[in-house]
């Protein structure tokens, strides 16, 4: 079994339109809600690697879940530049390469890649749409993560936040 996180990242900013869509920052409710995500999951989860997408916002997300749930910290953080993604089937070909050892994973992306990403894994619609500092929690009947392209309908949601 592998469990698979999907954090979305928090509500960002459109106030400057000549910023490039992954410069874009958290805005004021995005700064707001992170840390209370991250004091929400740091009350139920125990620390587990994030990988998170190199959009600002995503990378501010990060930082600021980092505020409610400190302990995170000692777990670490990866940059990863196929995260910056709104296509769900990339995302499965990033976690088919994933290391065998890791148990578990917890991402920062972009949607639609993560509602769909989480309707294809459990194999129906159970989402419409993953909310801005939105949380996925999917356990997948799996044992190697280069299988997960195999994985649809093969993955359990224990939680939706």
């Known amino acids: 079994m592998k469990r698979l996180c999907l954090l979305r990242h928090a509500k960002s900013s459109w106030e400057n339109p000549s910023l ?9 409710r995005g700064y707001r809600d992170a840390p209370r995500m991250g004091a929400y ?4 989860y125990s620390p587990i ?7 600002r916002r995503a990378q501010e997300t990060y930082t600021e879940l980092l505020t409610g ?3 995170l910290n000692s777990h670490g953080v990866t940059t990863e530049e196929a995260l910056y993604t ?5 995302l499965l070909q990033w976690l088919s390469a994933r290391p065998d050892e ?6 920062v992306g972009h949607n639609p890649a993560l509602t769909d990403l989480t309707n294809w894994l ?4 159970i989402i419409e749409n993953l909310p801005t500092a939105g949380w996925a929690d999917l356990v997948i009947d799996l044992d190697r993560w280069s299988d997960i392209e195999l994985s649809r309908g093969r993955g359990h949601c224990k939680t939706i936040i």
């Not at 992954?22 to 004021?28: G, H, I």
């Not at 999951?41 to 139920?44: D, H, S, V």
């Not at 890791?102 to 991402?107: G, I, N, Q």
């Open 69 to 71: 749930w400190p302990e």
């Open 49 to 55: 690697p994030f990988f998170v997408s190199p959009a």
């Open 86 to 90: 709104f296509e769900f089937r990339e």
């Open 122 to 125: 459990v194999g129906k619609g």
């Open 102 to 107: 890791l148990a578990a994973v917890a991402m």
């Open 20 to 28: 490039l869509d992954r410069e874009r920052p958290l805005n004021k």
């Open 41 to 44: 999951l740091a009350g139920r």
